[in-house]
């Protein structure tokens, strides 16, 4: 039976079988470190045994050159870029690598950097932070202490260029993956982003289906509107990025004037609630609170970054 390219909604359904099945692994060990270990080791090391599961997983079937549970469920096989055989070794490796531990890795670098960057700031304005301390031998403490070391050689220009350019980054990889699924849709390979980089594609092993060109096109059209919820979404973001910018040079703008004295010589000095100094610039916000321009901007500026994590 000759073999064909596997259509959009085998390889969806694949993911879903798989990812089902991860979730129920993943379930299981944290039930049994939490019984054995208690609940507060559990908290600390949750992700690193999230992450052993997933390799589990994969170790066991596609770095051992068998089917997954859900490529199992619909018929489907990997095979190189050739289209001829299966993967490497070492693609496989690669695969499993790029699915399964980069994605952690990358998320506790940026969180250890914002967190070491906004941690900075808060020391200098006077505002102590609370931090668990960490393992001794986990990922995280050796990651803090890294960032800690690399953060100290920035200068302070620095230090406020790299805080928005992490949040940009961290945004940027949620509408790369949002791109990269629009693409799949329209081209019908590569669902995951570590399979494109491994170089993995699927075959069927069931013939041509006669509906297979009425699947395709209908996933096409998908992925025609997913593009354009894209690029809606892009320049939606963009222009919230020119209205921050526009916020923070009126800020600079007013920021060196005199204090407002809007009460008179015998009355009591209006303090701002955030820095608890004579309050500047007055600005009342939609719950009726008033404060100083500076401080409102600064605190609403870090609480949507904090919102996005």
Partial sequence: ?????????????????????????????????????????????????????????????TFSGYQTLGEEY????????????????????????????????????????ENELEGGQESRSGVSRRQAPPGLWSLESWLRRWMQRAVGLLSEPQRKACLPAVF????????????????????????????????????RVMGLNSDDG?????????????????????CLQLNNFRQRQRARQEWRLHRDLSPQ?????????????????ERRHSTSTPCGHLFCWECITEWCNTKVRLRHD
């Fill in 1 to 61: 039976m000759p073999l064909a390219a596997a259509n959009q909604s085998q390889l969806i359904r694949s993911s879903q079988k798989d990812e089902y099945f991860q979730t129920f692994l993943r379930n299981n060990a944290n039930e049994a470190f939490q019984t054995l270990a208690g609940s507060k080791r559990w908290l600390d090391w949750r992700r690193e045994i999230e992450l052993l599961a997933d390799l589990t997983y994969y170790g066991i079937t």
């Fill in 74 to 113: 619909v018929n489907i096989i990997q095979v190189d870029p050739s289209k001829r055989q299966i993967p490497s070794t070492a693609r496989r490796g690669l695969f499993v690598l790029c699915h399964a531990f980069f994605p952690y890795l990358l998320d506790k670098v940026l969180v250890c950097l």
């Fill in 168 to 203: 940009f980054l961290q945004q940027s990889l949620t509408l790369l993956h949002r791109l990269h699924v629009a693409l799949f849709y329209i081209s019908g390979s590569f669902y995951h982003l570590s399979k494109r980089a491994a170089g993995i594609s699927y075959l």
């Fill in 214 to 234: 009425t699947i395709r096109s209908s996933y096409r059209l998908l992925g025609a509107v997913s593009l354009f919820q894209l690029l809606i979404t892009v």
């Fill in 261 to 277: 004295h809007t009460q008179s010589a015998g009355s009591r000095v209006v303090r701002c609630i955030l820095c608890l100094e």
